[in-house]
């Protein structure tokens, strides 16, 4: 119809939306358990666990989200070799799924 301002836009299959969506689903699913698992070794009685598992805890926390982006995003690319490439949306994932389940811990 003659009445429309802005021009209709194909969904595709990759869309924002739906890359959203699929990207908080995987990473609520990745990341409770794991934020479980770092819990459970911080209270941990041995040293060594408890020790590792509030470094990891601390120092996630205490990055901002936007810099594990960006280093998954560009400067994990530049240490993995040309064949072992990951793509962006799993290396997101990955990211997204420490961040929060060190908050979650």
Known sequence: IG???????AITIGGGFLVTFLLSIGVFLLSFPIGVALALGR???LPVVSAVCTFFIETIRGVPLITLLFMFSVIMALF???EA???RLVRAL???TIFFAAYSA
Do not use: G
């Open 43 to 45: 209270r941990s009685s």
């Open 85 to 87: 490439r990951i793509d």
């Open 94 to 96: 990955m990211a997204m």
């Open 3 to 9: 009445l429309a301002v802005l021009p209709a836009v």
């Open 80 to 82: 993995l070799p040309q």
